[in-house]
């Protein structure tokens, strides 16, 4: 068996057999395959594609790269979510401490924000003191004492997704169904959720751009899942615009407290809503959504949900009169409002453009080495199919990066499109699949 000849038979379009891609991964990841024939056979997959057993052999290939975690030991029936990543997406700081609060287990490993996109950990860190570095005993005792923890992933789970996405990151084939499935569930189980509901994203601010490919990643995720025998459920959501108003790591944890308040973007709360009633039933708590949404939202109203983040951030060495009095978060200095030019309804917002235009304000990553500056963002003042009139604040933003200012001023102006209303109100939960 040879790199050489799997890479000529996928080039083909003929099916990989178990033994291969696990010789694949398992010298890749030791090193041995080089990178540039590694990138010749991904550029392959991305062309050919991978059928439901290989991706499943693959995902099964990169969780027995590294360790896995035992939670086990964590009383009653785990859940977790998994976003594949947009702009402005602060469900996690909401949904955990809402299903945490009816007494269900919620232990998440996430991950960091890298361009566009935003990561939870990052916008944990804006809480002075926060600590992400959990032990899986410290995982584990602080979801059985509190019922919630969010915690980094250890250096040493799914090690071939690491170097896999590093290599797809710069050869062009992040955005193939089988290389996002592996990646996604060789993490998710390999950190042992029970039961997951996973978000998957479309529009221009995600990886899927058009529903058809987003049902294509969905149907194979759940078929993976099967084949894993994992409870798996799939709400396909829009990305056309950032979720919330809050693009940036201290805005969007301030926008999190709101919405555990009540006061939340109506967007981001009816999402978790319906998220949270999934995982709600799959932890066998309740057996309908709509008994679900009612005891998430009595959560809300009675101020338990917002109690549970103080205990999460509590219990993590935060401090938590960031959360009792948001205004003590420190935001950039320089702080500048954008103008509507025009007067109509907002039709679209280019939600790539703005998650862009935030990363360059300081608030996410060009390379994994790039120094975030927590108080940088965006808070949008209007959404699509808002009406807006010539003078109207469209956004606010916040930078420390002064040279960025007119690029910022030009680019959220432009990522507006505004014009006649439009024919049909904007939807942004499209479909469920199980």
Known sequence: ???????????????????????????????????????????????????????????????????????????????????????????????????????????????????HTGGTLDKLESIPGMHIDLSTEELINNTNEIKIAIAGQTSNITPADKKLYALRDTTATVDNISLITSSILSKKFAMGADSLVLDVKVGSGAFMKDIESAEE???????????????????????????????????????????????????????????????????????????????????????????????????????????????????????????????????????????????DLGAGRLTKDTVLDLGAGIVLNKKIDDKVKKGDLLATFYTNKDDEVSAAIKNIKSAYQIGEKNKDPYKFIYKEIE
Do not use: W
């Not at 975690?69 to 949904?95: F, M, Q, R, Y």
């Open 1 to 115: 068996m040879n790199i050489y000849d799997i890479i000529e038979k996928k080039k083909h379009g003929l099916t990989l057999k178990d033994e291969e891609i696990k010789y694949v991964v398992k010298d890749f990841t030791n090193d041995i395959i080089p990178d540039y024939q590694m990138a010749a056979l991904l550029m392959a997959i991305y062309f050919n594609g991978l059928d439901v057993s290989e991706t499943y052999t693959l995902t099964e290939a990169m969780i027995e790269s590294g360790d896995k975690i035992d939670l086990s030991k964590i009383d009653g029936k785990k859940v977790d979510k998994h976003s594949t990543g947009g702009v402005g997406d602060t469900t996690t700081l909401v949904l955990g401490p809402m299903v945490a609060s009816l007494g269900v287990p919620f232990a998440k490993m996430s991950g960091r924000g890298l361009g």
């Open 217 to 359: 990643l969905s149907k194979m995720m759940i078929d993976v899942s099967k084949k894993f025998n994992r409870h798996t459920k799939i709400l396909i959501t829009s990305m056309e615009e950032p979720l919330g108003y809050a693009i940036g790591n201290a805005l969007e944890v301030i926008e999190a407290i709101e919405t555990l308040k009540g006061n939340g973007p109506k967007d981001l709360y009816e999402l978790c809503l319906k998220l949270g009633s999934k995982l709600l039933i799959m932890n066998g708590k309740c057996l309908s959504e709509d008994e679900a949404v009612i005891l998430l939202e009595q959560n809300i109203k009675n101020g338990l949900a917002l109690e549970k983040f103080i205990e999460l951030v509590e219990k993590q060495g935060g401090d938590s009169s960031y959360i009792k009095n948001p205004s003590n978060f420190i935001l950039s200095e320089t702080k500048i409002e954008v103008i509507s030019d025009y007067t109509g309804y907002v039709k679209s917002i280019d939600a790539l453009l703005i998650g862009e235009v935030a990363r």
